[in-house]
């Protein structure tokens, strides 16, 4: 079976949190980016690769092709860091048969219509929608950006919509 | 006069261009940019607009490390702005060398000149050999 050591939705996808901060703790042996846009971009995906230490391999995977590559298993034997750009996104691949133990939601930044649970998670109503779905799913949530800082259950923020009162930190 | 942009993680571009004042001196035509709390899109287009703002003057970007968000966003501008030259690794030498040679190095030559610099400013510091 795939280990999926991290499953994370960032708006960056690869960057230096990704890179220096879960990569060097987790140590997986590839980065997978699930995304439309970017499977499909050349250029986006050369950005990307420069972002990729030399020990670590990535695949750039659209939605359905990693549902379909979990689902089978493609990834066996290998600790994958699997990154999703939007709410939306993770979400859909759930829907398309995939079960995920946890998503860490760590950097959703302002978007119209948002508002803020953290100061790193903005949601609007629909990523609200979405995420007590995933919830009411058995999905764990939280909330970390790097390894070193608490993981913060981001359950009881998305049910009431409010910012924590430790956003300010 | 080429102007330069910086854009780096938390508040180091900010506090690069504050020190270089207190070295330096006042100047101009310097914009420090975090990527704190900005989605990528937020990040580019405040680059791109402080680009734009230069209405065709020269511009020089430096970004703190290549692999991060805010040379993501850096490689996004270059896609749509040749013209724009990209130096990563900035330091305190570059940003140095930058100010004191954008009114007398011709443009083609300033970025191998603030390469150099930074370069060269990276060694060991031994009493005896320096």
Sequence with gaps: MTSLSLVRIDDRLIHGQVVLGWARVLKPDRIVVANDRVAKSDWERRLYTASVPPQLKASFLTLEETAAQIRSGAFKDESIVLLFESVADAHGVTEAGVHFDEINVGGLHYHEGARELLPFVYVSEDDRRLLKDLAGKGVKLIAQDIPGNPAINLVPLVVTGAASPSAGI | ?130
């Design chain 2, 1 to 130: 006069m080429v102007a330069c942009i910086i854009v780096t993680h938390g508040r180091l571009a900010e506090e690069l261009v504050d020190t270089a004042r207190r070295v330096f001196g006042d100047f101009s035509d310097c914009f420090a940019v975090t990527n704190e709390g900005k989605s990528p899109n937020a990040l580019y287009e405040e680059m791109k607009q402080l680009v734009d703002a230069l209405e065709g003057r020269p511009c020089i970007v430096f970004v703190d490390f290549t692999g991060g968000s805010c040379c993501h966003a850096c490689m996004r501008l270059r896609v749509d702005r040749e013209d724009v030259v990209i130096i990563s690794g900035v330091n305190l030498p570059m940003l140095l060398a930058f100010l004191n040679k954008r009114d007398s190095v011709p443009l083609d030559q300033l970025p191998e000149e603030i390469l150099d610099r930074g370069h060269k400013a990276i060694r060991l510091v031994d009493p005896d050999t320096l």
